[in-house]
């Protein structure tokens, strides 16, 4: 617009708002009389223009006048030139007192429907001005305090603009970086949370939609295609952390932290819901893209059955959902799952969240069984109560009762799964206090019968609490043998004078081997679903006896068992001599005495089984027994109260037996994992005990002949097998699959257990970082670009895993991160960081976790003489972490010892209580900042400051 040279029309346009104010004229009338006056003003003259000001000044005292200026403004702007817009943004706001200033945009958002948006949001002149109004507006502002008011109004006109769906002018996102800046750097706190959600969602939007946008980031300014490869990352880990890791329940928690990952605001919008829907949803089909076999299913299960409640939580209504949905439907990772998709768009139906009519628009050829509505549960309840509660086991085989054909019917919907999960868990508890054996052990055959349902079950809330239960029951029945008390009954009859001598089975054959068909039944499913579930064991350290049957492969070498079981006089080897008769003995027709079988625990059986056939193959290879005599002794072991130890044999073979030489061992060795791999027929509780165990340990068994697969036998036994995924836990797969889509695995519970191998600390990821820095994706003549990008994505990767695995491991809430990396990262220069020389005998070593041992010896050494200073770690070694008067001033919290806290005076014979304090104190130690900090101190700076910059934006997106 060019410069006027002439002004005309203020005494006339004064006089006209004053006429009409007077004789409260319509706003149309108004308009017509402003349009005339125009006309007659203008015309005949070149480079002129009316000055409007008169039409805004004193207008917070007139609501009339308001509309007035609504009226020219807007109204009579029929060819959406927004000239005198553009004018009353550029030229005249800034004059107008601070309540006419106020007043004017207190009324347009009170009208902001009536507003063009979309015109708007695309007209450049139009948002030049009032971009260089938000630049401007800090210079001539008056009071912060009240200006409050009118900043909110302000920044309301900017989210309407930003809402309007247009492709927004670059250099106006540049001036709303810049105002968000202000308002954040002035108290404005709602209007930026506002602003910012707004914001935000339309990065979201421009970035699905390819437009050229920036974003606000903790990490700075970047690129759209940066930012939306950043955030994929983001996304991936952190539902990887909460859905496969943590087993997090769905809840308004996890949505909070989730819009936290997307940068949003905490302020909740319709926009912002449906955004937080289409990232939820498609970033976990992307996870579903990069799971495994074993994460599979687990990944189906929170898209069909864990999303739906985080749709239902976000309150979003059917019309606007099923638009999501038809969006995310046309996304390429959801296409590749397109039963997945349907299944989760089936739950939604039946709890009413989206309509079956929407259906179409969604989902081509949509199958009518999505439609399914008014499920009767009451059935459901009754029928279950029938099998599991009424129905005696001892006289209704489960295939009798109808148990496997009610879960698959169970699985047919949502809303049965939600009413059988809580009857489950229940009916477990009662069994369990109830000793109702085998009332237990048909609920878990059933329930592992039809995975979609076990999943369900035990993923609903938390793995961990479901097996835990089951845990310590076995505890209290593991070295306990048939006909005799438990540790539990013997605790009762000895401290209790009410307890009753219960029958706990009579000496018959029958009752002994349903005893452990029943423990061996709960084992099975605790190691299956620790193998299902990628559950961490240290989580079950209270357990520590039944923890040994889990990890087989390190208790069968027990010193303990080994020299009873080698001792020619001990009980255990006469067991075992017994054991080796009665089942390879061809001249034995009488099979397993019963008294045999009571000589031994669950424990027991466990450590001397996988001898007992270590011994069987001696023979065999010795030509003491034939090989029909070898193989009709593994038969037994299909029997149900045997089957249980079949894991620890399996883990046995592979791991102890390979050792011996020569093709014919290998080859017998081969006939017996395929005899037991492959049995014969089974009734319906053996075949899914025995494909429970077969489940288990497939990958151990292909992975330890898969070398020796030259020879034919192992070949073909091969086949039987299925062939592990390949390697889950290679980030630049990630990375790659991240910038290019290239396909890819990833299990994020796979890395960490290789950062526990090293000792659960952080150096494994910065080696990891290293090496994934040195081999990122160049890609021709777009190299730089691609280069830089993927060096982003890198550090963003490995600050996260550091983060996730550092919050699950440890028992503080990584509050100390903050201050001790954001004191880092504010000086930059390490010189200045370390103001402290270390010990004159400190060894710098390249290995942090070499560096922690050597302080975990120092730091019990100064605790026993007494020469503790009172810093949680040792001060020598952590240069830059000041004494507590230091770190004050500095803001950085430093723990004190503990053991100074203690008042003795006050609690002179008060050891427990001393000794809680102390192992308090010990767990409040967060090992894995002391770990960083010394990855800090003895590498790159350059490294590390990018990573530690990283880490702090990650730090608020734990759950």
């Given at each position: 617009?060019?410069?006027?040279?002439?002004?005309?029309?203020?005494?006339?346009?004064?006089?006209?708002?004053?006429?009409?104010?007077?004789?409260?004229?319509?706003?149309?009338t108004?308009?017509?009389?402003?349009?005339?006056?125009?006309?007659?003003?203008?015309?005949?003259?070149?480079?002129?223009?009316?000055?409007?000001?008169?039409?805004?000044?004193?207008?917070?005292?007139?609501?009339?006048?308001?509309?007035y200026?609504?009226?020219?403004l807007?109204?009579?702007?029929?060819?959406?030139?927004?000239?005198?817009?553009?004018?009353?943004?550029?030229t005249?706001?800034?004059?107008?007192?601070?309540?006419?200033?106020?007043?004017i945009?207190?009324?347009?958002?009170?009208?902001?429907?009536?507003?063009?948006w979309?015109?708007?949001?695309?007209?450049?002149?139009?948002?030049?001005?009032?971009?260089?109004?938000?630049?401007?507006?800090?210079?001539?502002?008056?009071?912060?305090?009240?200006?409050?008011?009118?900043?909110?109004?302000?920044?309301?006109?900017?989210?309407?603009?930003?809402?309007?769906?247009?492709?927004?002018?670059?250099?106006?996102?540049?001036?709303?970086?810049?105002?968000?800046?202000?308002?954040?750097?002035?108290?404005?706190?709602s209007?930026?949370?506002?602003?910012?959600?707004s914001f935000?969602?339309?990065?979201?939007?421009?970035?699905?939609?390819?437009?050229?946008?920036?974003?606000?980031?903790?990490?700075?300014?970047?690129?759209?295609l940066?930012?939306?490869?950043?955030?994929?990352?983001?996304?991936?880990?952190?539902?990887?952390?909460?859905?496969?890791?943590?087993?997090?329940?769905?809840?308004?928690?996890?949505?909070?932290?989730?819009?936290?990952?997307?940068?949003?605001?905490?302020?909740?919008?319709?926009?912002?819901?449906?955004?937080?829907?289409?990232?939820?949803?498609?970033?976990?089909?992307?996870?579903?893209?990069?799971?495994?076999?074993?994460?599979?299913?687990?990944?189906?299960?929170?898209?069909?059955?864990?999303?739906p409640?985080?749709?239902?939580?976000?309150?979003?209504?059917?019309?606007?959902?099923?638009?999501?949905?038809?969006?995310i439907?046309?996304?390429?990772?959801?296409?590749?799952?397109?039963?997945?998709?349907?299944?989760?768009?089936?739950?939604?139906?039946?709890?009413?969240?989206?309509?079956?009519?929407?259906?179409?628009?969604?989902v081509?050829?949509?199958?009518?069984?999505?439609?399914?509505?008014?499920?009767?549960?009451?059935?459901?309840?009754?029928?279950?109560?029938?099998?599991?509660h009424?129905?005696?086991?001892?006289?209704?085989?489960?295939?009798?009762?109808?148990?496997?054909?009610?879960?698959?019917?169970?699985?047919?919907?949502i809303?049965?799964?939600?009413?059988?999960?809580?009857?489950?868990?229940?009916?477990?508890?009662?069994?369990?206090?109830?000793?109702?054996?085998?009332?237990?052990?048909?609920?878990?055959?059933?329930?592992?019968?039809?995975?979609?349902?076990?999943?369900?079950?035990?993923?609903?809330?938390?793995?961990?609490?479901?097996?835990?239960?089951?845990?310590?029951?076995?505890?209290?029945?593991?070295?306990?043998?048939?006909?005799?008390?438990?540790?539990?009954?013997?605790?009762?009859?000895?401290?209790?004078?009410?307890?009753?001598?219960?029958?706990?089975?009579?000496?018959?054959?029958?009752?002994?081997?349903?005893?452990?068909?029943?423990?061996?039944?709960?084992?099975?499913?605790?190691?299956?679903?620790?193998?299902?579930?990628?559950?961490?064991?240290?989580?079950?350290?209270?357990?520590d006896?039944?923890?040994?049957l889990l990890?087989?492969?390190?208790?069968?070498?027990?010193?303990?068992?080994?020299?009873?079981?080698?001792?020619?006089?001990?009980?255990?080897?006469?067991?075992m001599n017994?054991?080796?008769?009665?089942?390879?003995?061809?001249?034995?027709?009488?099979?397993?005495?019963?008294?045999?079988?009571?000589?031994?625990?669950?424990?027991?059986?466990?450590?001397?089984?996988?001898?007992?056939?270590?011994?069987?193959?001696?023979?065999?290879?010795?030509?003491?027994?034939?090989?029909?005599?070898?193989?009709?002794?593994?038969?037994?072991?299909?029997?149900p109260?045997?089957?249980?130890?079949?894991?620890?044999?399996?883990?046995?073979?592979?791991?102890?037996?390979?050792e011996?030489?020569?093709?014919?061992s290998?080859?017998?060795?081969?006939?017996?994992?395929?005899?037991l791999?492959?049995?014969?027929?089974?009734?319906?509780?053996?075949?899914?005990?025995?494909?429970?165990?077969?489940?288990?340990?497939?990958?151990?068994?292909?992975?330890?002949l898969?070398?020796?697969?030259?020879?034919?036998?192992?070949?073909?036994?091969?086949?039987?097998?299925?062939?592990?995924?390949?390697?889950?836990?290679?980030?630049?797969?990630?990375?790659?699959?991240?910038?290019?889509g290239?396909?890819?695995?990833?299990?994020?519970?796979?890395?960490?257990m290789?950062?526990?191998?090293?000792?659960?600390?952080?150096?494994?990821?910065?080696?990891?970082?290293?090496?994934?820095?040195?081999?990122?994706?160049?890609?021709?003549?777009?190299?730089?670009?691609?280069?830089?990008?993927?060096?982003?994505?890198?550090?963003?990767?490995?600050?996260?895993l550091?983060?996730?695995?550092?919050?699950?491991?440890?028992?503080?809430?990584?509050?100390?991160?903050?201050?001790?990396?954001?004191?880092?990262?504010?000086?930059?220069?390490?010189?200045?960081?370390y103001?402290?020389?270390?010990?004159?005998?400190?060894?710098?070593?390249?290995?942090?976790?070499?560096?922690?041992?050597?302080?975990?010896?120092?730091?019990?050494k100064e605790?026993?003489?007494?020469?503790?200073?009172?810093?949680?770690?040792?001060?020598?070694?952590?240069?830059?972490?000041?004494?507590?008067?230091?770190?004050?001033?500095?803001?950085?919290?430093?723990?004190l010892?503990?053991?100074?806290?203690?008042?003795?005076?006050?609690?002179?014979?008060s050891?427990?209580?001393?000794?809680?304090?102390?192992?308090?104190?010990?767990?409040?130690?967060?090992l894995?900042?002391?770990?960083?900090?010394?990855?800090?101190?003895?590498?790159?700076?350059?490294?590390?400051?990018?990573?530690?910059?990283?880490?702090?934006?990650?730090?608020?997106?734990?759950?």
């Amino acid at each position: 617009m060019s410069e006027t040279t002439t002004t005309l029309g203020q005494p006339q346009l004064d006089r006209l708002v004053l006429i009409s104010l007077r004789k409260k004229f319509h706003p149309l009338t108004f308009g017509k009389l402003y349009r005339e006056y125009k006309f007659k003003t203008l015309s005949g003259t070149n480079d002129a223009k009316i000055d409007l000001l008169p039409l805004f000044q004193d207008c917070s005292s007139s609501a009339l006048q308001l509309k007035y200026i609504f009226e020219v403004l807007v109204t009579n702007d029929l060819d959406n030139t927004f000239e005198d817009l553009v004018n009353f943004f550029s030229t005249y706001l800034a004059k107008l007192k601070q309540e006419d200033q106020t007043a004017i945009l207190v009324y347009f958002n009170q009208i902001s429907d009536e507003f063009p948006w979309k015109s708007l949001g695309c007209h450049e002149e139009f948002l030049k001005a009032l971009g260089s109004f938000l630049e401007s507006f800090p210079k001539f502002q008056r009071s912060l305090d009240n200006d409050a008011k009118f900043i909110l109004m302000l920044t309301k006109f900017v989210a309407n603009i930003l809402s309007s769906g247009s492709k927004i002018f670059p250099q106006f996102t540049q001036d709303i970086l810049n105002y968000l800046e202000y308002l954040k750097k002035n108290g404005f706190d709602s209007s930026y949370e506002y602003l910012n959600a707004s914001f935000s969602d339309y990065n979201l939007s421009a970035v699905k939609k390819g437009y050229n946008t920036l974003t606000v980031s903790q990490n700075g300014r970047q690129g759209s295609l940066e930012s939306a490869k950043l955030l994929k990352i983001r996304k991936i880990l952190w539902l990887s952390q909460q859905f496969i890791v943590k087993y997090s329940p769905v809840n308004e928690k996890l949505i909070r932290v989730f819009k936290r990952v997307l940068n949003l605001s905490s302020v909740t919008t319709a926009a912002t819901n449906t955004s937080i829907a289409y990232e939820f949803t498609t970033s976990m089909f992307d996870c579903l893209l990069l799971s495994t076999k074993r994460t599979r299913d687990v990944w189906i299960n929170a898209i069909t059955n864990k999303l739906p409640l985080v749709m239902k939580l976000l309150k979003i209504s059917q019309a606007k959902l099923a638009t999501t949905l038809q969006n995310i439907s046309d996304a390429s990772n959801v296409d590749q799952n397109r039963q997945v998709f349907i299944k989760f768009l089936k739950n939604l139906i039946t709890l009413d969240l989206v309509k079956p009519e929407h259906l179409q628009r969604i989902v081509t050829n949509a199958p009518s069984t999505l439609a399914m509505k008014n499920i009767k549960t009451e059935e459901v309840v009754a029928t279950y109560n029938n099998i599991f509660h009424k129905s005696n086991p001892e006289f209704s085989s489960i295939e009798e009762s109808g148990a496997l054909n009610f879960m698959k019917t169970v699985s047919q919907s949502i809303l049965y799964m939600q009413t059988v999960s809580k009857l489950i868990l229940d009916s477990i508890r009662t069994f369990i206090t109830e000793k109702d054996n085998l009332r237990l052990r048909r609920i878990l055959i059933s329930l592992a019968s039809e995975k979609s349902v076990l999943d369900y079950v035990l993923l609903e809330r938390s793995p961990y609490d479901f097996i835990q239960k089951l845990l310590s029951y076995l505890d209290q029945l593991v070295d306990t043998r048939p006909g005799t008390e438990t540790k539990s009954d013997q605790f009762m009859r000895e401290n209790n004078e009410d307890f009753m001598d219960l029958d706990l089975g009579s000496d018959d054959a029958s009752n002994a081997q349903e005893f452990f068909t029943d423990l061996g039944t709960v084992l099975i499913f605790v190691q299956y679903a620790v193998y299902r579930y990628n559950m961490n064991l240290w989580k079950f350290e209270k357990n520590d006896i039944t923890l040994q049957l889990l990890n087989n492969a390190s208790t069968i070498n027990s010193n303990d068992y080994l020299e009873k079981l080698q001792d020619p006089s001990s009980e255990l080897n006469k067991i075992m001599n017994k054991w080796i008769s009665s089942l390879f003995n061809s001249d034995n027709t009488d099979g397993i005495s019963d008294d045999l079988i009571k000589m031994c625990s669950l424990r027991d059986y466990h450590f001397i089984m996988p001898r007992i056939l270590e011994e069987a193959i001696m023979a065999y290879s010795s030509c003491l027994i034939d090989e029909d005599s070898l193989i009709g002794g593994l038969e037994y072991f299909y029997q149900p109260f045997l089957i249980n130890n079949l894991t620890t044999i399996f883990r046995y073979l592979v791991n102890a037996s390979w050792e011996k030489e020569g093709q014919n061992s290998i080859i017998t060795l081969t006939k017996i994992l395929e005899k037991l791999s492959k049995p014969g027929e089974m009734n319906d509780e053996a075949r899914i005990l025995h494909s429970m165990v077969m489940e288990n340990v497939n990958d151990v068994v292909f992975t330890a002949l898969e070398n020796l697969s030259g020879l034919p036998q192992v070949e073909n036994y091969l086949k039987q097998l299925k062939k592990p995924d390949p390697d889950s836990t290679d980030l630049s797969g990630l990375i790659t699959y991240i910038l290019e889509g290239k396909p890819a695995k990833f299990e994020l519970p796979e890395v960490y257990m290789i950062a526990d191998s090293i000792g659960e600390r952080l150096d494994m990821f910065y080696d990891e970082l290293t090496f994934i820095l040195s081999t990122s994706t160049k890609d021709g003549g777009n190299s730089h670009v691609n280069n830089r990008l993927a060096e982003a994505l890198d550090y963003e990767l490995i600050a996260s895993l550091m983060v996730y695995y550092s919050s699950f491991k440890t028992c503080t809430p990584l509050k100390s991160w903050v201050n001790h990396l954001n004191y880092f990262n504010e000086k930059r220069n390490l010189d200045i960081a370390y103001d402290r020389v270390p010990s004159n005998n400190l060894t710098i070593t390249n290995s942090a976790s070499t560096k922690l041992e050597e302080e975990t010896a120092s730091d019990s050494k100064e605790n026993i003489t007494g020469t503790h200073t009172g810093s949680s770690f040792d001060e020598s070694l952590m240069g830059f972490v000041k004494d507590p008067e230091e770190a004050e001033q500095n803001n950085i919290t430093v723990k004190l010892d503990p053991d100074a806290m203690i008042d003795d005076s006050k609690e002179e014979n008060s050891l427990e209580k001393i000794e809680e304090k102390r192992d308090r104190g010990k767990n409040e130690c967060d090992l894995f900042i002391v770990n960083l900090l010394i990855l800090i101190r003895y590498n790159d700076p350059k490294v590390m400051n990018n990573l530690i910059t990283r880490i702090l934006s990650n730090l608020e997106c734990i759950h």
